[in-house]
């Protein structure tokens, strides 16, 4: 008699875990997964606004002839393969300068650096905008300092264009980083570094030999997380440069969403490119995981 | 217990705020179909079953003669339906509006949204929208906007360029608004010290303008135009005043071969070379370059002088004029327009007559509306309205000249072009073209990339 009523606690417990995830599960299927499929059978149809026909993998076929999307793609490729190593650095060696022990005021350095996190994106795309305008705070300093004879106009030229998104991304990311490497310190046992000291290692040889191998797993996790977004870059493009001088800043969400609305809707083709920057996330997750884990 | 009771409460709280929610917006629906549908159908009725006397339908139908619009700027367009709204309750005392602020990128999702989704109903009777979504709107969406040629509006009596916009396939599907007339605005305390009047630049050339232009650089160190460099804006005024398309009737893209586009790109790279065209990088930089004295004038739509005014240091040092012409282009005026909007009426509208017959003695009726939104800056595209005197009045900011008559008169004489479906495309491909044309790049084979670029729009 004892042992069904065990069971049905024991179910009951299960049923009120499930009480409890349904609601959650049943929202995530509604407002993302029931979406997901349609955007996908949509990216198989093409047509102007409402009036949507079957198109097979036209769309599919279709953006690898398109030169604006190629330069996109371009563009999105430069900002991750320079901005992702340099940010991840970055943010690995201030991390591992705050998490010294003997630092001085290190709540406050550390709330400076992660401080940019906090802001909006737009709002700092567009200071960065005033700052590096002609006769904004960069050109100003450059002139009066006598570095250059006159205003340079960093947002009319393509690279110079880059580069100040490169800037931007850097400086309101790479406290964003840092906050994961310090956790992933915490975890580290001061008495390695203890022992390393002892035995004669230098602060480069126990940074590379130690806080590195360490915090793989860490780095591993920022550099997916930080692949991800620099792919769906669209707030710094829109505000910063607005894709311009001649596209060649433009990502390629910011294309997709000139594609949906302000140029003449094309819906199918703005989801197919959606997919492909799903799988463009996908296969270099896959990759870095299969780089960065090397237990087999 | 206490925190039982709490817990519960708040539980319910939300429970009833989200049903709330929910049945905010599924009941009002249905309420107002229901409301449209009972008064409609006791009207049909009476006239069925007294088919000599129409009163009573109509009293049945005066109930519920209020509209919905959608527009966006409180002190300019939402002013200007209050406006029309007591004008027209004169002799329609029934009549009422519901105007609600919505900004156009919120009007232009919710279209999209409606009209993908099949249901219209979620949107107003009256909506205004931008001259150069029009086309674009009206043929991706074609079940959204009412057709109002046979609506008993007359058409003729506004710009031609200006009602152009909203016709598609020799339909009128919109009441023009807002002017958006282009203006040349020159500091005049500037150009005195290149020992230049505002007459040096009215019914010019643009080689007239450029060599003007050097004198004043010299003179001053300050630019005549500042622009937003990747938009092309001046481009397509330039276009515009000589009746000049990036399309051609039929809708195929006109770049490779338009020789008044290539007039205009060499136009373009020698004011940029002679220093008379400064680029900036954003709207907030040009509008800036310009209150804060770092340029000597601009060309722009009309509305432009509203920004131009907020320089309250420069009062009397500006005056207006019309825009130089393009050289060697035999269509080529000294009148362009940029921007501007018009209202359009929905097919989701329970009672279209009404709202065309609201737009039609309103906005292109009646110069007591068009008076008193005047001092709003809202400048009539509708030629009767520029005989009022409200119009001749002087405007102390630009140097006592009677500013809004001018701008009436300049309106009339826009040249009408084809807009196209494919607009903002063409635009933006002519933009690139433009900046890697400034940069060095050959003009020929950045027009031959354009047009492939917006043939590749197209072609879907």
């Known amino acids: 008699m004892s042992k069904p009523k065990k069971m049905t606690l024991s179910r009951k417990?299960?049923?009120?875990?499930?009480?409890?995830?349904?609601?959650?599960?049943?929202?995530?299927?509604?407002?993302?997964?029931?979406?997901?499929?349609?955007?996908?059978?949509?990216?198989?149809?093409?047509?102007?606004?409402?009036?949507?026909?079957?198109?097979?993998?036209l769309n599919y076929t279709r953006m690898f002839q398109d030169k604006v999307f190629l330069q996109s793609v371009k563009n999105t490729f430069f900002y991750l393969i320079i901005q992702v190593p340099i940010m991840l650095i970055f943010a690995l060696i201030l991390a591992s300068i705050l998490n010294n022990k003997d630092l001085k005021f290190k709540?406050?350095?550390?709330?400076?650096?992660?401080?940019?996190?906090?802001?909006?994106?737009?709002?700092?795309?567009?200071?960065?905008?005033?700052?590096?305008?002609?006769?904004?705070?960069?050109?100003?300093?450059?002139?009066?300092?006598?570095i250059l004879d006159q205003p340079y106009a960093f947002l009319t030229n393509t690279f110079s264009a880059r580069i100040v998104i490169i800037i931007a991304l850097l400086w309101r990311w790479t406290g964003y980083n840092m906050v994961f490497y310090l956790s992933g310190l915490q975890n580290i046992e001061y008495s390695i570094y203890e022992a390393a000291k002892i035995d004669g290692a230098s602060a480069v040889q126990t940074f590379f030999r130690i806080t590195v191998p360490l915090l793989k797993p860490t780095i591993l996790l920022t550099a997916i997380m930080s692949t991800n977004g620099t792919l769906q870059l669209f707030d710094e493009?829109?505000?910063?440069?607005?894709?311009?001088?001649?596209?060649?800043?433009?990502?390629?969400?910011?294309?997709?969403?000139?594609?949906?609305?302000?140029?003449?809707?094309?819906?199918?083709?703005?989801?197919?490119?959606?997919?492909?920057?799903?799988?463009?996330?996908?296969?270099?997750?896959?990759l870095q995981m299969k780089v960065g884990d090397k237990r087999d | 217990m206490k925190r039982k009771i709490l817990a519960t409460l708040l539980?319910?709280?939300?429970?009833?705020?989200?049903?709330?929610?929910?049945?905010?917006?599924?009941?009002?629906?249905?309420?107002?179909?229901?409301?449209g549908a009972a008064t409609e159908a006791p009207a049909a009725d009476a006239?069925?079953?007294?088919?000599?006397?129409?009163?009573?339908?109509?009293?049945?139908?005066?109930?519920?003669?209020?509209?919905?619009?959608?527009?966006?700027?409180?002190?300019?367009?939402?002013?200007?339906?209050?406006?029309a709204e007591k004008v027209y309750q004169k002799d329609h005392p029934n009549f009422k509006l519901n105007v609600v602020e919505t900004p156009w990128d919120d009007i232009q999702t919710k279209i999209t949204t409606a009209a993908t989704s099949g249901d219209l109903s979620t949107l107003p009777d009256i909506f205004l929208m931008q001259d150069n979504a029009f086309q674009k709107n009206v043929i991706s969406f074609p079940d959204v906007c009412a057709d109002l040629t046979n609506s008993g509006i007359d058409f003729s009596q506004f710009a031609a360029g200006k009602t152009a916009y909203s016709v598609v396939d020799g339909k009128n599907y919109g009441v023009p608004f807002d002017n958006g007339a282009v203006v040349a605005c020159y500091r005049t305390d500037l150009l005195e010290q290149a020992g230049l009047t505002v007459d040096d630049f009215t019914d010019i050339t643009f080689d007239q303008y450029i060599e003007n232009g050097k004198k004043v650089l010299e003179a001053t160190g300050k630019p005549l135009i500042t622009m937003q460099a990747g938009e092309c804006d001046l481009i397509m005024m330039m276009m515009q005043s000589a009746g000049a398309s990036l399309f051609n009737e039929d809708g195929t893209a006109n770049i490779v071969n338009n020789d008044t586009l290539k007039v205009v790109m060499e136009t373009y790279k020698n004011l940029k070379d002679a220093g008379v065209l400064a680029e900036v990088n954003s709207w907030d930089e040009y509008v800036g370059s310009i209150v804060s004295g770092e340029v000597a004038g601009t060309i722009n739509g009309c509305w432009i002088m509203a920004s131009v005014q907020t320089a309250e240091d420069q009062a009397g040092n500006w005056a207006i004029t019309n825009?130089?012409?393009?050289?060697?282009?035999?269509?080529?005026?000294?009148?362009?327009?940029?921007?501007?909007?018009?209202?359009?009426?929905?097919?989701?509208c329970k009672n279209q007559a009404l709202a065309a017959d609201f737009l039609g003695s309103t906005f292109a009726g009646s110069t007591e509306l068009y008076d008193n939104i005047l001092p709003s800056g809202a400048l009539a595209t509708w030629a009767p309205a520029g005989d009022s005197d409200a119009y001749g009045a002087p405007s102390d900011f630009f140097g006592g000249d009677a500013v809004s008559a001018k701008i009436v008169d300049f309106s009339t004489k826009v040249p009408s072009n084809i807009t196209g479906v494919?607009?903002?495309?063409?635009?933006?491909?002519?933009?690139?073209?433009?900046?890697?044309?400034?940069?060095?790049?050959?003009?020929?084979?950045?027009?031959?990339?354009?047009?492939?670029?917006i043939n590749f729009n197209m072609g879907q």
């Not at chain 1, 802001?119 to 002139?143: H, M, Q």
């Not at chain 1, 829109?238 to 969403?257: C, E, F, K, Q, W």
């Not at chain 1, 609305?261 to 799988?279: Q, R, T």
């Not at chain 2, 890697?436 to 492939?452: K, P, V």
């Open chain 1, 237 to 286: 493009s829109v505000n910063l440069t607005n894709g311009g001088p001649a596209n060649t800043s433009i990502t390629m969400s910011h294309y997709i969403y000139d594609m949906s609305f302000k140029y003449v809707p094309n819906f199918g083709y703005s989801a197919a490119m959606s997919f492909f920057i799903l799988i463009l996330v996908a296969i270099l997750a896959f």
């Open chain 2, 47 to 83: 006239g069925a079953a007294d088919a000599g006397t129409e009163a009573p339908a109509a009293d049945a139908a005066g109930g519920e003669e209020t509209l919905t619009v959608w527009c966006w700027d409180p002190a300019f367009n939402l002013n200007a339906m209050y406006e």
């Open chain 2, 422 to 453: 494919y607009y903002y495309e063409a635009r933006n491909a002519v933009a690139t073209a433009i900046t890697n044309y400034i940069n060095g790049s050959d003009l020929a084979t950045e027009l031959e990339t354009a047009e492939s670029t």
């Open chain 1, 13 to 57: 417990h299960n049923l009120t875990g499930w009480a409890f995830l349904a609601p959650g599960a049943l929202l995530i299927l509604v407002m993302s997964f029931i979406p997901m499929i349609r955007a996908l059978l949509l990216s198989f149809q093409t047509g102007v606004g409402a009036n949507m026909k079957p198109c097979g993998i």
């Open chain 2, 11 to 35: 539980a319910s709280a939300m429970i009833l705020s989200l049903a709330g929610c929910g049945g905010g917006s599924g009941t009002e629906a249905p309420a107002a179909d229901n409301g």
């Open chain 1, 107 to 146: 709540g406050l350095f550390r709330t400076m650096i992660f401080l940019p996190c906090a802001t909006s994106l737009v709002a700092y795309a567009i200071i960065f905008r005033s700052l590096f305008a002609n006769n904004g705070l960069i050109n100003l300093l450059f002139v009066k300092l006598g």
């Open chain 2, 323 to 348: 825009m130089p012409s393009l050289v060697g282009v035999s269509s080529a005026t000294n009148y362009s327009n940029n921007g501007g909007s018009s209202w359009a009426v929905t097919t989701s």
